[in-house]
């Protein structure tokens, strides 16, 4: 049984050396054990990542890296997209979910999203991650767009995208 609270968890809006390395190991080992996702995932990660991090600005994109005595156990970042801003790299380790961690970055990710006057905001997903869809879905974003796809995942998936057209 877990024991562990949110108040055990820090929350980092700066990345540290290592944190990209870590990131893109802890969705290539996660979505492997999880969903049979293949190294094309995780180079495709790899990719997407240094493209955010080469594009990063404080000011209107934002990175929360949560921390369990001291080892990164998760994050969730907010991608500038123009008018729009994209929801990336949300990952929890298995042992950290259910304990509200996921519900407090969504809350941490609408706030900022609001605080820098997005006009909406999606993300990319795949149906293969319910718990997800449900978490996202009661905060607003809606499904609109499926098609199916195998050449990022190393195996057929179905490419989902949810939208969020009213920041509130």
């Not at 970055?105 to 869809?133: H, N, R, V």
Request: net charge positive; proline share 4%; glycine share 8%.
């Amino acid at each position: 049984m877990n024991t562990t609270s949110l108040t055990d968890i820090a929350i980092s809006n700066e990345f540290e050396p290592g944190d990209l390395g870590y990131i893109i190991h802890l969705h290539g080992r996660l979505y492997k054990q999880e969903c049979n996702y293949g190294l094309a995932f995780e180079a495709y990660v790899a990719t997407s990542l240094l493209e955010f991090y080469k594009n990063y600005d404080p000011k209107n994109n934002r990175v929360w890296i949560c921390r369990h005595n001291g080892k990164m156990i998760g994050c969730l970042m907010l991608m500038n997209r123009g008018e729009d801003a994209q929801l990336r790299y949300f990952i929890l380790e298995p042992a950290y979910r259910g304990i509200g961690l996921g519900r407090k970055l969504m809350g941490e990710y609408m706030g900022f999203l609001k605080k820098c006057g997005y006009k909406s905001s999606y993300l990319l997903t795949t149906d293969e991650l319910p718990a997800a869809a449900h978490l996202y879905k009661s905060y607003g974003f809606i499904l609109t767009e499926e098609r199916p796809s195998s050449s990022a995942f190393g195996k057929p998936v179905v490419e989902q995208r949810y939208d969020l057209r009213k920041i509130a």
